[in-house]
């Protein structure tokens, strides 16, 4: 049986999540993002043929794919169009890494794709088929909203803090206060887990998870002692 973790006891301030100056400044700027609604936007085109179930997009410098963004049990059907939103500055580029698993079980990749502020598009077709029986280990994550705001974004960076990817709130969604959602991880490669989270009321919330190879459940709870303004 699958064990499962509660992990709001690790919720924490930056000096205890050793962060510096830079956790500083990527709470800043996601800060300042907010505040401007200066949020790129990322889209991804589904013309595989095949319905994708879970879809990870971390940086290519990290050794993780983190969290699924897709988030819905209806998956990602051929044909559409999937939005989601990147921390990142107008003149500001990262490269990232897509993988996209479907229904059939079968692996969609792409590398070294660089994404800017602004606006993006990325087509994941057929060519990007790179093994059908490939094998991924998933854990499941579940977040309670108990801040009393409705969560906009809910950033994660694997490994290091500075490794962070898109949104995992789906473009059109909030998890509304005192909600709960679920998402699904790759366990492969991952032991940190880092969440920042920007409410309604213009605050934001910092986790850490310590990623326990023997544990494929975690529950995180953002509450108000997690809030920096």
């Known amino acids: ?7 709001w006891v690790v919720a924490l301030n930056c000096r205890q999540l050793r962060l510096c100056l830079l956790g500083t400044f990527l709470l800043c700027g996601l800060l300042q ?8 936007q990322f889209h991804i085109h589904n013309t595989t043929g095949e319905t994708l179930l879970y879809l990870f997009v971390s940086p290519s410098a990290s050794r993780s794919w983190g969290v699924d963004i897709v988030a819905d049990d209806s998956g990602l ?9 990147l921390p990142l500055s107008r003149h500001e580029c990262v490269a990232y890494d897509l993988l996209g698993r479907s229904v059939s079980g079968s692996y969609y990749q792409l590398r070294g794709q660089e994404l800017c502020g602004g606006w993006n598009e990325l087509i994941l077709s057929a060519d990007a088929l790179i093994e059908s029986r490939m094998s991924m280990r998933l854990g499941r994550l579940t977040v309670h909203n108990d801040t009393g705001h409705d969560v906009l974004f809910l950033y994660t960076a694997v490994d290091r803090p500075e490794f962070i990817g898109p949104s995992i709130l789906r473009a059109g969604r909030q998890l509304r206060a005192f909600g709960t959602t679920e998402f699904f991880y790759a ?3 991952l032991d940190d887990l880092y969440f920042w989270a920007l409410d309604s009321g213009s605050g934001v919330h910092e986790l850490r998870v310590d990623i326990d190879t023997t544990v494929d459940e975690y529950e995180v ?3 108000t002692a997690t809030r920096e303004r």
């Open 221 to 223: 709870v953002l509450h």
């Open 77 to 85: 059907r051929s044909g559409e169009r999937f939005a989601a939103f």
């Open 187 to 189: 366990h492969d490669g």
């Open 33 to 40: 993002a907010a505040a401007l609604e200066d949020v790129s």
């Open 1 to 7: 049986m699958a064990s499962t973790r509660s992990a």
